[in-house]
């Protein structure tokens, strides 16, 4: 085992430095920090409120080592070769490594059935979203989802390591073919288990979303997506880049990335048609998402998408969006199991 460790006392420009400068083969990281941040601080969180400390995690993420705990006085960091080999969730196989390099987990049906289906759950932010486990690429939403949808349904859900608090499924720097890997994923999984792909649903709320909103496009799934983020500006501008998402380890912005997407919709009269929406977005007009999603999404692609705007007097912020709709997510994933038609077009929901 190959260590690299560092300290912030160091000057900003040698401590960069000292990360780009290290040998191949490191496969963990110790961060010293015990006088430069409060106490129970992490790197992430110091991050938060240093620059310099940001370009140091960015630099990290960006050579593909992510944090994993932290002590009293320090954080550490491991290579994504070595995660397997760390978290001892995957060492006892509750998750599993596919060839991909992906971690994910899959229930197989409660009951047996020749024609199979299945839900893809991609994760959301963490509840803590700057938790130092290795489960803040995991979030498990929506756990207990095979007791509401058809019993022949398995369930696969898909960890979004990557960045600083996940790579929103999306391609990044370490990850160029990130969204190659996920659509192998979804393709295998599914032929493993005889599943045809009329009969695969994606389905996140917020990074979640992202991921269900983009990966059911690009793969021609049918999909709900729940206040999907669509643009970085306001997580950037609001809150200071509060998702990592600026400094090198995205290729590009979400901005680009679906607006490209949805250009390539437009320009594609296969997908969505006037009596068959191809997938359904939830949103609220009273989230902050609302006026990119609308812009983004449902202005160019309500003739071929099923969006719901939710007005639930208890949404007061773009996190309240996908347990206030739950039920609604729930009735829209039974629609698409049965194979009913789902209408394209706008509709608003009390």
Not at 77 to 106: A, F, M
Request: hydrophobic residues 35%; neutral net charge.
């Amino acid at each position: 085992m190959k260590e690299l460790e560092l300290s912030l006392e160091t000057d900003a420009k040698g401590l960069l430095q000292g990360l780009i400068d290290a040998p191949a083969g490191i496969d963990y990281s110790e961060v010293h920090h015990a006088s430069f941040g409060r106490e129970g601080d992490s790197l992430i969180n110091i991050a938060r409120r240093e620059e310099t400390v940001k370009q140091l995690i960015v630099q990290f993420a960006m050579q593909g080592f992510y944090v994993y705990r932290k002590t009293d006085t320090s954080t550490r960091l491991v290579k994504d070769h070595t995660i397997s080999k760390l978290w001892h969730r995957v060492r006892n196989g509750e998750y599993t490594v596919g060839p991909e390099g992906l971690i994910y987990s899959y229930t197989p049906p409660i009951t047996d059935s020749p024609v199979p289906k299945l839900l893809v759950i991609f994760s959301s932010m963490s509840t803590s979203i700057y938790d130092t486990s290795m489960m803040r690429y995991f979030e498990q939403n929506f756990r207990s989802a095979q007791k509401y949808i058809p019993h022949d349904t398995g369930v696969l859900r898909i960890a979004d390591i990557g960045g600083v608090v996940g790579a929103f499924y999306l391609n990044t720097h370490r990850n160029p073919q990130n969204v190659v890997r996920v659509q192998n994923l979804l393709n295998r999984v599914r032929t493993e288990h005889g599943i045809p792909s009329d009969n695969v649903i994606l389905y996140g709320a917020s990074k979640g979303g992202t991921g269900a909103l983009f990966h059911g496009i690009t793969g021609g799934y049918r999909f709900i997506a729940v206040d999907p983020i669509v643009s970085d500006a306001y997580y950037v501008h609001k809150y200071r880049d509060s998702h990592f998402t600026m400094g090198g380890i995205f290729e590009r912005s979400k901005d680009v990335v679906f607006s490209e997407l949805v250009k390539n919709c437009s320009d594609h009269t296969s997908f969505g048609s006037g009596t068959r929406a191809a997938g359904s977005v939830i949103y609220s007009e009273r989230s902050p998402q609302y006026s990119a999603v609308t812009q983004i999404l449902a202005e160019p692609l309500v003739n071929r998408i099923a969006f719901f705007n939710s007005r639930h007097p208890g949404i007061n912020d773009h996190p309240d969006v996908s347990p206030k709709t739950l039920n609604l997510a729930t009735m829209l994933m039974n629609i698409f199991f049965l194979n009913e038609d789902l209408r394209p077009g706008l509709r608003l929901v009390p």
